[in-house]
């Protein structure tokens, strides 16, 4: 094995930029949760228990925007590959 530590340490950039598009993209979507009237969804819209409801629903948008955009991030990367000439 030769010297591993660059592979490791992109591996890990790599780790803590997805961390931190994860978060970002959760948190605009709690903002974004914020104007949408939950009135005619749950009784108390401001409750303990609809607010959990908002944070469980920002959480799942947050991460299927976040995967889409750290997929469209990986399939740009990877099209240099198709017009590099050799």
Known sequence: MGDDTGLFALAGWNG???IF???G???VAWIVLQEINFDR???HPR???ARVLQLLIAI???HLTARFVLDYWTWVGTLKWLFRTG
């Open 16 to 18: 803590l930029f997805s």
């Open 25 to 27: 993209c959760v948190v």
């Open 41 to 43: 969804i749950v009784r």
């Open 21 to 23: 598009v994860t978060l």
């Open 60 to 62: 799942g948008l947050g």
């Open 47 to 49: 409750s303990p228990r």
